[in-house]
């Protein structure tokens, strides 16, 4: 097994156990039985747990990242690219609703202001807003983008905490669906609608 193989492998492990058990019981040891690799060997990639959170951070919002990108590449319509979107939340929810957002499970674990794991974290959630909100602008609603895309990633992290506690996936899958009906509703203002010529009746003309 190569060292690369190994990082990512620690990487791997350790995002899967902080988003099941939380960072802060989440041991060293703990991601390196899980990644099946000696604790001696850890401290040759990583020095602290902090460390590894940070790689694994970094990791989920590069797969972000690149899931905007093909997103704006495969679809000319940024209503369509919204819905794709939701979508992806859909297919985790039993996942979600289990152990919740791995990307919040690290905000919540450490406040953020003071935190860089978890600073780090919560730029993952701006990262959506802003992708977001460039899509509703698309649409022409470019006062209320901002707004929009916050209240789209509220939903859907409303939505986990509540199928979470209620230990129910359908309610991810409900409220994706709301708010892909409220997507669909949308009107998109950057169609410019055709002026309907005004008729002159006959009597207007005879009178001319």
């Known amino acids: 097994m190569n060292n690369q193989n190994k990082r990512e492998r620690l990487i791997d492990s350790a995002a899967t156990l902080f988003h099941h058990n939380g960072m802060n019981i989440t041991s060293l040891a703990d991601i390196a039985k899980h990644a099946d690799i000696p604790i001696g060997n850890v401290y040759y990639y990583f020095k602290t747990k902090e460390e590894l959170a ?47 957002c791995p990307v919040g499970r690290i905000i919540e674990d450490a406040r953020v202001e003071k935190d860089v794991v978890a600073k780090t974290a919560a730029q993952i959630f701006i990262d959506f807003v802003d992708w977001a909100e460039r899509q509703f602008k698309k649409l022409g609603h470019t006062d209320m983008a901002r707004s929009y895309a916050i209240s789209l990633m509220s939903g859907i992290q409303g939505a986990t905490v509540m199928a979470k506690a209620l230990s129910s996936p359908q309610v991810i899958s409900d409220e994706i669906k709301r708010l892909g009906t409220w997507i669909e509703t949308l009107p998109n203002r950057r169609i410019q609608i055709g002026k309907v010529p005004v008729a002159v009746s006959s009597n207007s003309s005879n009178a001319a």
């Open 54 to 100: 940070l790689a694994a951070v970094a990791k989920r919002k590069e797969q972000f990242t690149a899931a905007y990108k093909l997103l704006d590449e495969g679809f000319d319509d940024p209503r369509q690219r919204l819905t794709e979107a939701l979508g992806y939340f859909d297919k985790v929810r039993e996942e979600y609703s289990k152990y919740g």
